[in-house]
């Protein structure tokens, strides 16, 4: 069945597509041949059945509530969640290829979702709450007060969304709705006390009322929800009714989301057999699906009217066969990612890190660069974890051929595990496992993605569902040298895989066309999953990148700056009513925690987090809504940031934040201000001025700063930052990486990753909004090309020679390094590395933004920086074709700025 996502990052074909089934469901009759004052519909009946499971009796006990109760009702988890999955079931029956999905509410505002074409607006206060535009409204779209234009899709005979006269008087004719002040919603810290409770009679508890969270008085879970959607009469907030609005499956939805969640994090089989409410343990069967046993009924007079249908056909179904949802129910969520990790440990390994990005630093190998690389990625997963948002499973797996394939799991069986601090499956077991493997050994790469694949990325779950998409990341640093080739894998044969390729190394012992047919093999996804660079930074890039498209994420900023001691930088990003949670990231490179000190900003001034005495914009924020919370962790001059908006308010979440950055500095007397040019210049570029390899021959503290070396401005976008006058210092580059889960989009997209020598080069701005409108769209580019074939001044061959040499047991340090005899070359032959140019975005007759570059005689990688600005109509409705493509609203709405930096790498080869 697949994944169930977040209701407000739906696109707007899903939105169509979920709600088109659930017109059709209320207009699917029972029993069309009853007078028309008794028929009722196939969703009726689900409502129905929901309320008569509230009284009925067990051959042992009577007057049992099946679904709901308290603590110690633990059905309410288990009954639900069946319900759920038959309901989403009968969804899918009217249109399979669409592939419908039951979407979920997280709980925070759904102002988003309430739209006419989509889950529908509240009620009119004049008509007592009852919903008048939209597909739920008591009127079908186009007929009586409802103005939503009435879709090619809507079922004939259909008058309106209405309860029939069945039930309770109170509650018949059009769905009454009025939700309440989104203050009062759950906050982030109630989801995150929720997830970390210990047992479940205390995790039911807190999910289902509130009970044991520090804002318990205020009851604002699962319960307080049914009466903030329904209001004062609404149909929400009567239990024998509530199904009748769709709310409710996205409300229920989410609460069976948190719980798989909490059962991922060591609670998978968790269920009582004894010491809760009757009938709500484990071996207990739900009611009404008790597989024809007797001594089973409701005590709902509905059921005179609704009868029960009989349900024998789907066999006895206890609360404990629902534990295992994914294999019997086949669905997962969205805020549940699997990946797994390849990691290179070859003998040429050993070689050393082209570009450390320090200045005072001993150089490191690439194996202590690639080890750093993975254990970030271990610290980001863990702060995801814990902010509550997203829960991430992770294998890591060493690979290499020596005397045989070898490929070693760092984690304990069975390899992986949800990414957590304090467990077997985290960047302290990592760091601690890791320290004891040493590099050695040829480069199995085809036989390493398949290992991966097969005994970290498709294991866990049992490999369930089978259509979940799953991820994998393989680090390596040069070529295929042993074990099978890499068409032994047909491309496409990890279908529901998304590959992630790095070569990490110079462009002359880096085999571009080889890491493409690695991300072939599986799915292509709309971000780059290819990278190639140098530097320390690029694997940075690498591994957060790969994490963030695991998590839903999309990069909104990703600049690399150099700080001298003493300087701080404020790198500025916007948020616009489409972001819901920002995934930070800031590295500084030579990886230690006592030089580096962070502080982030809100658009009000106000100091959302900070390691060091609070430095202010502004006065704060004098509004009273919950403040946004960030979830960190900081080690080896590393900063993760996980900043959930929850219901924080628009005027202290929407506008321009800061991220402050501070090296070596006690007093913030010299701001390094950067200039948008700087910040396009790629992180997998390398060095934006100077030597690219020369510099490892110059001894570590007497190596020139690249802020420091001559500057002549080749193009408008060449322009250096001005001098703080603390150039005579210690100098260390940060790489800062800024995801948002978003409606907004902006990607990059290219037709191809790998080109001949000659051909054009083309990258589109691909944008999407689910909701509201685009305008205005502009940006600037920068490229970073090779100015010449590097395998002119070291041919492949030989380059060959050298890392099956190094790969040999213990022969690294006898054999030549490959970077250091490039330093030698470049030193020698005075040579000039780079090109480096602007290149024009433009737009075609209102056409969508893109770049093209026909200078591409120069096998290599080709590196891109981009810039895109505009503006966000969050309110606007997407109709006609606006300016660059996209939806123009016909309305005067509220702007709200956004901007992009995007990186994207293409290689010209042979």
Not at 165 to 175: A, H
Not at 312 to 330: C, I, M
Not at 386 to 407: C, D, H, P, W
């Amino acid at each position: 069945m697949g994944t169930r996502r977040n209701a407000k990052f739906l696109s707007a074909t899903e939105k169509e597509n979920f709600v088109k089934a659930c017109v059709h469901m209320k207009a699917d009759i029972v029993n069309p041949t009853a007078a028309a004052n008794d028929q009722y519909s196939k969703w009726d009946e689900f409502t129905a059945i929901h309320w008569m499971i509230q009284n009925a009796d067990s051959p042992g006990t009577n007057n049992v509530n099946f679904g709901h109760g308290g603590l110690g009702s633990y059905s309410f988890l288990s009954w639900h969640r069946y319900f759920l999955f038959l309901f989403e079931e009968q969804l899918r029956s009217y249109f399979p290829a669409d592939d419908v999905r039951l979407p979920y509410w997280d709980w925070q505002d759904p102002a988003a979702i309430m739209t006419d074409d989509f889950i529908g607006p509240d009620g009119d206060p004049g008509s007592n709450n009852v919903i008048q535009q939209g597909y739920f409204a008591v009127d079908s779209p186009g007929t009586g007060s409802n103005a939503t234009p009435a879709p090619g899709w809507w079922p004939a005979g259909l008058d309106g969304w209405r309860i029939p006269d069945m039930f309770p008087s109170s509650t018949t004719g059009g769905l009454r709705r009025n939700t309440g002040n989104p203050a009062n919603l759950p906050t982030t810290l109630d989801i995150q006390e929720t997830l970390a409770m210990t047992d479940l009679r205390d995790f039911q508890d807190a999910l289902e009322s509130g009970g044991g969270l520090t804002n318990s008085a205020t009851m604002r879970m699962h319960n307080s929800m049914h009466g903030w959607i329904g209001g004062s009469g609404g149909h929400m907030n009567n239990p024998d009714v509530s199904p009748s609005d769709p709310f409710f499956y996205l409300l229920h939805c989410n609460v069976d989301r948190l719980w798989a969640m909490w059962q991922m994090d060591g609670h998978e089989n968790e269920y009582p057999v004894a010491g809760g409410n009757p009938e709500h343990h484990r071996n207990d069967l739900m009611y009404p699906y008790t597989g024809g046993a007797a001594g089973y009924g409701t005590n709902v007079g509905i059921s005179s009217d609704i009868p029960m249908p009989d349900f024998s056909g789907l066999g006895p179904q206890t609360n404990g066969d629902t534990l295992d949802f994914r294999n019997a129910f086949g669905y997962t969520y969205d805020t549940i990612a699997i990946m797994g990790i390849g990691l290179d440990r070859t003998g040429s390994m050993m070689g050393l890190t082209p570009d450390p990005m320090v200045s005072t630093n001993p150089d490191v190998t690439k194996w202590e660069a690639a080890k750093r690389g993975v254990s970030a990625f271990l610290q980001d997963a863990e702060t995801v974890q814990e902010s509550g948002a997203i829960y991430v499973m992770a294998g890591i797996k060493t690979f290499r051929s020596l005397g045989g394939n070898q490929f070693d799991a760092v984690f304990n069986a069975p390899n992986f595990g949800l990414v957590k601090t304090g467990t077997d499956f985290s960047q302290a077991d990592f760091d601690l496992n890791v320290a004891a493997m040493s590099p050695g050994g040829g480069t199995p790469l085809a036989d390493a993605l398949a290992d991966v694949q097969n005994n970290v990325v498709e294991p866990p779950f049992g490999g369930n569902p089978a259509d979940e998409q799953r991820y994998l990341a393989l680090l390596t640093d040069g070529m295929l040298t042993s074990g099978s080739p890499m068409a032994s894998i047909p491309d496409g044969s990890y279908g529901r895989t998304a590959i992630f390729a790095m070569g990490f190394g110079t462009g002359a012992d880096v085999d571009y066309p080889t890491l493409a047919s690695v991300v072939a093999k599986g799915k292509t996804l709309t971000s780059q999953q290819v990278f190639q660079g140098e530097n320390a930074g690029t694997i940075d890039k690498f591994y957060s990148e790969a994490l963030a498209a695991a998590i839903g994420f999309t990069t909104i900023f990703d600049p690399v700056l150099e700080l001298f001691a003493g300087e701080h930088a404020h790198m500025y990003f916007h948020a616009t009513s489409a972001e819901d949670i920002f995934y930070i990231t800031a590295q500084g490179m030579d990886f230690q925690d006592r030089n580096w000190t962070f502080m982030l900003h809100g658009p009000n001034g106000q100091l959302f987090y900070g390691d060091m005495d609070g430095h202010r914009h502004d006065d704060g924020c004098h509004h009273c809504c919950p403040a946004p919370l960030v979830t960190a962790k900081k080690s080896n001059g590393r900063l993760t940031l996980v900043v959930q908006r929850g219901n924080t308010g628009k005027d202290c979440w929407v506008g321009k934040w800061a991220l402050m950055v501070l090296y070596k500095t006690k007093s913030l007397d010299s701001m390094m201000m950067p200039v948008l040019g700087e910040m396009l210049f790629p992180v997998a570029a390398g060095a934006i001025k100077g030597p690219r390899y020369a510099r490892l021959t110059v001894p570590p503290g007497k190596r020139t700063p690249p802020r420091n070396l001559p500057h002549k401005n080749l193009h408008g976008l060449d322009f250096r930052t001005v001098s703080t006058n603390n150039s005579s210092r210690d100098a260390c580059h940060i790489v800062v990486n800024i995801y948002a889960r978003t409606s907004l989009k902006v990607q990059l997209q290219t037709e191809k990753i790998l080109i001949n020598p000659g051909n054009e080069i083309k990258i589109g701005v691909r944008t999407d909004s689910s909701m509201g409108a685009i305008h205005g769209l502009k940006g600037l580019a920068r490229m970073v090309s090779p100015s010449f074939d590097i395998h002119d001044i070291l041919p492949r061959d030989k380059v060959i020679d050298i890392l099956k040499q190094n790969e040999a047991e213990d022969n690294y340090g006898k054999v030549e390094d490959i970077a250091l005899l490039l330093a030698r070359l470049e030193k020698k032959k005075e040579l000039n590395f780079i090109d480096d140019s602007e290149v024009a975005v433009v737009s075609h007759k209102e056409g969508p933004l893109h770049l093209h570059s026909k200078a591409t005689k120069v096998p290599g990688t080709y590196h891109f920086g981009i810039y895109v600005e505009g503006a966000y109509a969050p309110n606007a409705k997407s109709g006609k074709k606006g300016h660059n493509g996209h939806g123009e609203s016909t309305e005067d709405t509220e702007m709200e700025t956004f901007s992009r930096i995007l990186n994207l790498s293409v290689s010209v080869s042979e």
